[in-house]
C-alpha cells in the first residue's frame, strides 16, 4: 500500500471518530448537562441533535422520567410514646440539573441516600406530633400532605430535586408489642363468643319452654275437645240407644244379648260356669226368645 493511501485511511478515520465524538443526543426522557473539564458550562440540554467539542466536553446524562424510591422501615415514636414500624415510599424527579449534580454527583444512587435521610427525618418530626390514632386514621393525609411540603422545600434548595409524592405503605406496631395486642384481641373475641353463646343458650331455653307450653296447652285443648266430641258422641248414641229401645223394647233387649254372646263366646278356649237358668240365657233356652 502506497504512503499516501495509508494516510487517507488514517486521516478518514481521525475525521470519522472526532464526528462521531462530536455529536451526541439528548431524549425526551433525559436531562443532561455539558461539562468542560468537569466544570458545568451548559445546564438542561434540551433534547434533540447536538454537537461538542470532543475530549474537552462531557455530555451527562441522568433520568428525566419519576423516580420512586422505596424507603427502608424506620421505627417512630408517637406524641404518646408509642413506637411504630412505618413503611414509605417517595416518588420525585430531576428538577434543577447543575444542582443536581452539584450535590450528588449525578449518583442516582447518593440522591436516593441523601433524600431517604430527609424523608425519615420529616416523618420522624410529623409522627412524634400526633398520636397513634391520628397517624394510622385520623389525621394521615394531614400528615402526608405536611411531609411533602416540607420535603419539597428541602429537596428543592439541597438537593435540585422535585417531590411529587410521599406515601405510607404500611404502619405496624413492632412484634413485641404486636403479640401482646393480638392476645388481648383474641381473649375480648374469646370474651365476646362466651357472651353470645350464654345469651344464646338463654334464648334457646326460653323458646324451649315456650315450645313445651305450647305444646301442653295444645294437648290440654286436643284433649278437652276429644272429651267433648266423644261426650257429644255417647250422649247421641244413648239418646239412639232410648229411641229404639223406646220403639221396641223387646227386640232392643234381644239385639243387646247377642252382642253380649258374641263378646262372651269370642275365644276358642273360653269357658263359662253359669246356671242354665240364668238370665243371660234368656233366649237360648226358648225357641222364641222368651222366658
Do not use: C
Request: glycine share 6%.
Amino acid at each position: 500500500m502506497k504512503p499516501t493511501t495509508l494516510f487517507g485511511l488514517i486521516a478518514v478515520l481521525l475525521v470519522v471518530m472526532v464526528g462521531s465524538k462530536s455529536v451526541y443526543i439528548i431524549k425526551e426522557t433525559e436531562r443532561a448537562i455539558k461539562l468542560r473539564f468537569g466544570e458545568v458550562v451548559e445546564a438542561d440540554i434540551q433534547p434533540g441533535l447536538h454537537f461538542k467539542i470532543p475530549f474537552v466536553n462531557t455530555i451527562r446524562k441522568f433520568e428525566g422520567r419519576i423516580i420512586t424510591l422505596d424507603a427502608r422501615p424506620q421505627a417512630f415514636l408517637t406524641l404518646e410514646k408509642k413506637r411504630l414500624i412505618v413503611d414509605s415510599f417517595v416518588k420525585w424527579r430531576i428538577d434543577n440539573v447543575e444542582k443536581y449534580y452539584t450535590a450528588t454527583s449525578g449518583d442516582e444512587f447518593r440522591a436516593a441516600d441523601l433524600l431517604a435521610s430527609r424523608i425519615e427525618t420529616s416523618l420522624r418530626n410529623q409522627f412524634g406530633e400526633r398520636t397513634l390514632t391520628e397517624v394510622v386514621s385520623g389525621a394521615r393525609e394531614e400528615v402526608m400532605g405536611a411531609v411533602i411540603r416540607a420535603l419539597s422545600q428541602l429537596a428543592q434548595n439541597e438537593l435540585g430535586i422535585e417531590v411529587i409524592d410521599v406515601r405510607v405503605k404500611r404502619i405496624e406496631l413492632p412484634q413485641e408489642v404486636s403479640s401482646s395486642v393480638y392476645e388481648r384481641m383474641r381473649t375480648e373475641r374469646l370474651r365476646l363468643a362466651r357472651e353470645l353463646r350464654s345469651r344464646g343458650k338463654e334464648l334457646a331455653e326460653g323458646i324451649r319452654a315456650d315450645a313445651d307450653r305450647q305444646r301442653t296447652v295444645i294437648l290440654a285443648d286436643a284433649f278437652r275437645e276429644a272429651e267433648i266430641v266423644r261426650g257429644e258422641g255417647d250422649a247421641e248414641a244413648a239418646g239412639i240407644y232410648a229411641e229404639a229401645f223406646n220403639r221396641d223394647a223387646e227386640f232392643y233387649g234381644f239385639y243387646r244379648s247377642l252382642n253380649a254372646y258374641r263378646e262372651a263366646f269370642s275365644g276358642a278356649g273360653d269357658l263359662f260356669v253359669l246356671d242354665p237358668k240364668s238370665e243371660f240365657f234368656r233366649y237360648l233356652n226358648s225357641a222364641t226368645g222368651n222366658r
